[in-house]
């Protein structure tokens, strides 16, 4: 047979037009962190991965979703690797310490709009134990759901707007932010529209579903309440510089390896910023370490890289450079160090007229009663909407001056307190061990017990946080705490070490450890004795922070330790 080849083209060279196009093109991809020579195969992986690197690759955990409704068919538990893989759809199979799942939710910025609340209360209610704790995210977690309800718990929970997507694993986790943005009358910038955008752009692309390790992100609008941002992997800032606000970046923290985000050393402009933040997670998603999990986590990767590589890094995805400026040429947005506050109490907000009632919830445990109710609260008192805070309590935004009475004996009469005088309010619990399997000590019952017992003994004027975490890992952020305290078992007792003055933001500190392996049963006197001492010991007004700053730790020793 006879065959024609076709006639070579003749080359004349690419159009203006064709140039322009194929640029775009080539810098759209080179923006996603992707080259061409991506869309090859795939090498073949290699043999020695680590368990959960294969896991992933074997089968992408989102698209497990059909073994979760397989299971729920047989209302069977997952098997070992599904187990990490349905931590993708936020299901956490407790086991051995329960054999059901807990959901982790997202909820940006921890903002909740109350048909959410309630949906997520009946939800709550009929398909799981009805227990339900605000989380050191400003997220909600529900547990004791059968395999046999998971669909159903996410198809409601993805029925009202939110997601459990990415809650878990090696994801990007609930970004959080100042819970007062938008109405703090002290703030520079609103981050909650930032903290919207970037969470949608999480949710809807796969490529940011494969991190090495987990990954946290905080907006902090330069207000009165923080988002304890320096404890992230990456911490947004709200800066001034001369009349502009920019925003700074800051990488690397995980205080439970005692680490606090570093800043990058660049002013961002509000337009750049989510495109700049989704660069510095793509140069993580490429560089971090896969091969050695104690050692994945972005803090882990700037132990090798300089910060100026990794900016330069970021800068070859971005395709521009950012405008280095030093930190010290930024002014912070308010006198924040100097007011002792905390997000609980009652405050004017920045729209004249309203203010934002923040609510102490006793160790982040709320019920589906509760939620209902403090739905109704928020519908008839303020706008429909509350704000879950990083120190496991809420806020009520918007409420008329006129209603902010009504709102307090409501909520009192539910069980919530709004004075920031109370211990309780500023007491941060990890789960703990009747849930998580790495737990030493029963957390969340004792900081209630704890809370009661402070509250009768001791009336404080500066607002103070009592962390308690129960295992290093540090989920209750025990070093950040005023006080601190790590569960342990010593010849199986559970026991506390005891740290103080540790601090974040203006008063960034790792807190140092007072005592140690203090029994369960004389925790509450022992934590009484610490604050009749400092009462007893500082210089008028002093805050905690301040006062264990000016010790070293053998006179805090002596001094707090005095009977
Ligand atoms: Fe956490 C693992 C609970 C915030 C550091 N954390 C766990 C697991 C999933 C244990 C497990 O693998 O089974 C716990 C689930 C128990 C359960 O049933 O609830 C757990 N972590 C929590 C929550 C619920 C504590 C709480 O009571 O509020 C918080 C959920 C936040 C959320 O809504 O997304 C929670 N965990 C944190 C935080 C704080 C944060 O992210 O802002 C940290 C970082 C602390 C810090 O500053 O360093 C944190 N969790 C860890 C780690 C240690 C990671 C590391 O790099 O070393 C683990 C263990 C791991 O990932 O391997 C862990
Ligand atoms: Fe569990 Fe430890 Fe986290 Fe507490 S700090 S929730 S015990 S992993």
Not at 136 to 142: E, G, I, V
Not at 291 to 300: C, G, N, Q, T, W
Not at 458 to 483: E, M, V
Not at 515 to 531: H, K
């Amino acid at each position: 047979m006879n065959r024609t080849l076709p006639e070579p083209v003749a080359s004349t060279g690419f159009t203006p037009e064709q140039k322009e196009y194929l640029a775009g093109v080539f810098a759209g991809v080179a923006a996603r962190g992707q080259r061409f020579s991506d869309v090859e195969p795939a090498p073949a992986p290699p043999e020695d991965l680590i368990p959960e690197e294969r896991i992933k690759r074997e089968l992408h955990p989102l698209d497990a979703y059909d073994q979760i409704v397989e299971n729920a068919i047989n209302n069977k538990p997952p098997d070992k690797e599904d187990v990490f893989r349905f931590k993708w759809n936020g299901l956490f199979f407790l086991t051995p310490v329960k054999d059901a799942f807990m959901a982790r939710l997202r909820i940006p910025g921890g903002v909740v709009k109350t048909f959410q609340l309630r949906e997520l209360a009946n939800t709550a209610k009929e398909l799981t134990s009805g227990y339900v704790q605000i989380t050191t995210r400003a997220n909600f977690q529900m547990r004791l759901i059968q395999p046999k309800d998971c669909p159903e718990v996410l198809h409601r929970i993805q029925a009202v707007g939110l997601h459990t997507r990415g809650a878990g694993a090696d994801n990007i986790r609930n970004l959080t932010m100042s819970p007062t943005a938008g109405i703090d009358p002290h703030e520079l910038i609103d981050v909650q529209p930032f903290v919207q955008r970037l969470a949608q752009t999480i949710i809807n692309d796969r490529s940011f579903y494969n991190l090495p390790r987990k990954f946290n992100v905080a907006f902090e609008g330069g207000g009165l309440i923080s988002s304890v941002e320096d404890t992230n992997d990456i911490g947004v800032k709200a800066v001034k510089n001369g009349e502009d606000i920019f925003f700074r970046i800051a990488l690397g923290g995980a205080t439970g390896h005692k680490a606090f985000a570093r800043d990058l050393g660049v002013l961002v402009k509000p337009t750049e910023l989510n495109k700049v933040l989704v660069a510095v997670i793509r140069v993580y998603i490429t560089n971090g370490n896969r091969s050695d999990r104690k050692k994945a986590r972005l803090k882990h990767l700037l132990d090798t890289w300089p910060l100026e590589k990794y900016l330069t890094e970021t800068e070859k995805l971005l395709g521009w450079k950012l405008q280095r400026t030093p930190l010290e040429k930024s002014e912070i947005g308010n006198p924040k160090s100097e007011i002792p506050h905390s997000h609980l109490g009652v405050y004017p907000q920045k729209q004249k007229g309203l203010n934002y009632l923040g609510v102490a919830v006793p160790a982040g445990q709320i019920t589906p009663k509760q939620m209902i109710r403090v739905a109704e609260i928020a519908d008839l008192y303020g706008s429909g909407e509350i704000r879950l805070t990083v120190w496991q309590n809420f806020i009520i935004p918007n409420v008329p001056d006129a209603y902010i009475a009504t709102v307090q004996k409501a909520l009192r009469k539910i069980g919530f307190d709004t004075q920031q005088s109370l211990v309780r309010g500023g007491i941060v619990a990890c789960t703990g061990n009747s849930f998580c399997k790495y737990a030493q000590s029963n957390t969340k019952a004792h900081a209630l017990a704890l809370g009661d017992y402070l509250d009768k003994k001791i009336a404080l004027d500066t607002p103070i946080n009592i962390h308690l975490t129960g295992c290093p890992n540090s989920c209750a952020q025990h070093y950040i705490g005023d006080i601190g305290l790590l569960g342990t078992k010593v010849r199986g007792e559970e026991v506390y070490h005891i740290f103080v003055g540790g601090g974040f933001g203006a008063n960034q500190a790792v807190g140092r450890q007072l005592f140690a392996g203090v029994s369960v049963t004389s925790l509450n006197a022992t934590l009484e004795q610490i604050l009749k001492n400092f009462l007893k010991h500082r210089q008028p007004g002093e805050t905690f922070r301040k006062f264990t700053e000016r010790h070293d730790l053998g006179k805090l020793q002596e001094l707090l330790g005095e009977s």
